[in-house]
C-alpha cells in the first residue's frame, strides 16, 4: 500500500521542539529525517535518513542503519555515477534511496528573504506570511532563475530553477539491486508532477530507455533538465 512520509525542515535549534511536535501530529507513516536532532526525536518511529546525512560509503551506511534503526539511506548528492555504483556493490543496494530527479538545493540560509522585501515585519510574529502568498525566484548572473522556497522556521532555501535527472543511469542502478528511487518537485503544476511520475514510471517499467525520457525531460521543462553531480566522469585509482 501507498504510504504518506514528511519531512521535517533542514535545521532543528533548540527550543525549536515545536516544529517536530507538529510534524509528528501529522501521524504520517514515517519522517525523512535531516539531522541528528530529528534522529533522536523520532527514534521510535519509522525513517529514512535523507541527502543532508551525507552518506557515501559503507561505513557510514552502516552507522546510521545500526545505530539508528533507519529503514533506509539516501545515497549523498556528492556522488558521480561511478562512485554510486561502488556504493551499491560494496554494501546492500536494498538499504538505499536514490533521488533520481530533483531542483538541486543549492544554499539553504537563516535569512528569509519574504520577510525582508514583502513584509514591514521583522520575523514570523509580524511578517504576515508573505510566503505563504508570493512565489520569488532569484535571478543569477546568467539570468538563469531560481526558486526560493521559506520552511516553517522561516529558513529559506534556493533551488536550482533547472531540474536534475538521472534517468540515463536508472537501468545500471536496477541491475545492481536498487529498487527505491526518489522524484522531487518544487513548483511544479499538477500536471507537470502527474506527467513527470508517468515518464519515471514508464523508464522503471521498461517501457522507455533512460535516453528516451531525457530528450522528453528536456522538451517538458523550459529551461530543460541537467545530469548534475551523478553525470561527472569519475577517476578510478
Known amino acids: 500500500l501507498p504510504t504518506i512520509w514528511v519531512a521535517p525542515p533542514r535545521i532543528a535549534k533548540p527550543g525549536e521542539n515545536w516544529i517536530l511536535q507538529q510534524v509528528r501530529a501529522s501521524e504520517a507513516d514515517g519522517y525523512l529525517v535531516r539531522n541528528y536532532d530529528q534522529l533522536q526525536f523520532f527514534a521510535q518511529d519509522r525513517c529514512i535518513g535523507d541527502f543532508s546525512l551525507n552518506v557515501a560509503n559503507p561505513l557510514t551506511a552502516d552507522y546510521f542503519q545500526q545505530r539508528f534503526g533507519l529503514e533506509r539511506l539516501t545515497a549523498s ?33 537563516e535569512h528569509c528573504v519574504f520577510c525582508a522585501f514583502l513584509s514591514q515585519g521583522t520575523d514570523y510574529t509580524n511578517c504576515g506570511r508573505p510566503c505563504e502568498k508570493h512565489e520569488v525566484k532569484l535571478k543569477d548572473r546568467v539570468g538563469s532563475e531560481h526558486v526560493l522556497k521559506a520552511d516553517i522556521g522561516c529558513r529559506n532555501t534556493v533551488f536550482n530553477g533547472t531540474a536534475q535527472t538521472g534517468a540515463e543511469y536508472v537501468q545500471r542502478l536496477m541491475e545492481l539491486g536498487l529498487r527505491h528511487f526518489r522524484i522531487e518537485f518544487v513548483n511544479e503544476t499538477p500536471e507537470q508532477v502527474s506527467k513527470t511520475i508517468h515518464c519515471y514510471s514508464q523508464l522503471l517499467q521498461g517501457k522507455i530507455t533512460g535516453s528516451q525520457l531525457w530528450r522528453e525531460l528536456k522538451l517538458q521543462n523550459q529551461l530543460g533538465v541537467t545530469r548534475g553531480p551523478m553525470g561527472v566522469s569519475g577517476l578510478r585509482s
Do not use: A, G, K
Request: charged share 15%.
Open 77 to 109: 548528492y556528492d556522488l558521480n555515477i561511478t562512485q554510486l555504483e561502488d556504493l551499491l556493490t560494496s554494501s546492500p543496494p536494498q538499504r538505499f534511496e536514490v533521488t533520481i530527479h530533483q531542483h538541486m538545493p543549492m544554499f539553504h540560509m
